[in-house]
């Protein structure tokens, strides 16, 4: 949408309804020493539409396109192909309907692709009952502490050294205003935590990823006994959905919680979203779950339908008894999501996950061979970590001149801990080819 400015006979009329005689008497009430005494100084004063369209034109032109330049990064963000069928279905009329289905006999559209999402969620998860989607992955993972505390009426989360450090930072914020403890592990580099130990009767949960953020692939079976045994729930968090074509689903490990980040399926890179968090559960804890649950039915004349079954959000019921303040789902992050997988299908889905781990053991392969250059990982699916012989973060500065967006430096996202400072996160999906392995393999050497 075009910005219309108003003109001053609009303002004039604005400020007469209102019954104020000019702008300024509107801040009336703000102390003359909050005021700004005149412009902000450094900042360009107003153009027209064609110059402003240039200036910006040139900032743009200042960005690396990861269309264009090799790319390797992911922690969480990954650029995979999104069919061009998935923008022109999201389009349809069929699911152009309200914005939210609270009127299910004029949304049926949109409740049944809803109810489709969840189907596919559970077969890849290997859980029982998912909801309608969430804002994103580490909204959903907070979310999955406060329903593990709501089942098992304690208030004590152990969290994996091996969690995204930013969906670590939503929990920490969420504990801070909820009132529970969130314990964090040491940060687990090499993928050899054990969290068996730690837990006691007073833990809710116990969060871990899968893969980890630096990449190991686990099998938590066991971990998954120990938190029963002691009554506490597994929630197992997954940044790359796209691994759930490999790796055992999270559910034939028995965690109790599955969390999600969709953005690999349908919905490409778009500067930090938006993205769609997956939410799963057991069917026996389906009561707590948070966000909304569409349900299958027939109507009067016995005509197959759907409805919202489940809605346990503060817009529906009594605020005391919601088990979340989500005001809503990634309705259109989750069509595109549901409409890339179905044309994928199973036997896509496996194939993709195939391309994915096989382009990152061959980038892995590459990458071992440079002097100086170490692997960490035993396992992973389509990322790992490296240590470098140097600090990561200016490496990665260094080929990001060159036109190389040559992973993330842990560094940046764990700043507090100097141990990481030479490890860098690299990521390799089915978009990588040789004309980008090349040049970030032989920039590696130049810059170490």
């Known amino acids: 949408m075009r910005y219309l400015p108003l003109t001053d006979a609009d303002r004039r009329e604005m400020l007469r309804v209102i019954g104020a005689k000019s702008v300024d008497e509107l801040f009336r009430d703000v102390p003359a020493s909050a005021r700004l005494p005149g412009k902000v100084a450094g900042l360009p004063d107003h153009q027209g539409e064609l110059e402003v369209e240039r ?166 079976t066991k971990l998954a006994e120990a938190c029963h045994a002691a ?19 999270p559910g034939e490990m028995g965690a109790d919680i599955v969390v999600c980040e969709g953005q690999s399926i349908g919905n490409g890179l778009g500067f930090g979203g938006p993205y769609v968090g997956l939410f799963a559960t057991r069917e026996k804890y389906m009561r707590q779950m948070p966000g909304r649950l569409v349900g299958e039915t027939v109507d009067a004349d016995g005509k197959r339908g759907f409805v919202l079954t489940l809605s346990t959000r503060e817009q529906h019921i009594r605020r005391e008894k919601a088990t979340s303040n989500i005001c809503t789902n990634a309705g259109l992050c989750a069509l595109a999501f549901t409409i890339h997988l179905t044309l994928l299908g199973e036997a896509g889905f496996r194939r993709l996950a195939e391309l994915n781990h096989a382009k990152a053991s061959e980038l892995a392969d590459r990458v071992a061979a440079i002097p ?51 490890l860098l996160l690299l990521a390799a999906t089915e978009t990588a080819t040789e004309h980008g392995m090349a040049p970030l393999v032989a920039g590696l050497k130049e810059v170490l």
């Open 55 to 220: 200036a910006f034109q040139a900032f743009a032109a200042k960005n690396v396109s990861p269309a264009n330049a090799p790319f390797f990064i992911g922690a969480g963000a990954y650029r995979h192909h999104v069919p061009s069928t998935v923008d022109y279905m999201i389009q349809r009329g069929e699911f152009l309907t309200s914005y939210t289905p609270y009127q299910p006999e004029i949304t049926q559209g949109t409740l049944q692709y809803l109810f489709e999402f969840q189907t596919q969620v559970t077969l890849l998860t290997g859980m029982e009952v998912a909801n309608a989607s969430m804002y994103d992955g580490s909204t959903g993972t907070s979310e999955a502490v406060l329903m593990a505390n709501r089942v098992t009426r304690r208030h004590k989360a152990l969290i994996s050294g091996g969690l995204h450090p930013q969906y670590r930072g939503v929990i920490q914020t969420t504990a801070r205003w909820e009132g529970f403890n969130a314990v964090v592990a040491k940060t687990d580099v090499d993928g050899f935590e054990d969290l068996i130990a730690a837990i006691d009767k007073e833990t809710s949960c116990v969060v871990v990823q899968n893969p980890s953020f630096f990449g190991h692939v686990r099998d938590f």
């Open 231 to 249: 009554g506490a729930l597994l929630i197992v968090v997954v940044t790359e959905v796209v691994s759930l074509g490999l790796i055992t689903p």
């Open 372 to 422: 100086g250059v170490a692997v960490v990982n035993d396992s992973f699916f389509n990322e790992f970590t490296v240590r470098l012989p140097k600090p990561a973060a200016p490496v990665v500065e260094a080929l990001a001149a060159k036109g190389i967006l040559a992973g993330l430096p842990v560094s940046r996202l764990i700043p507090d801990d100097p141990s990481v400072a030479n």
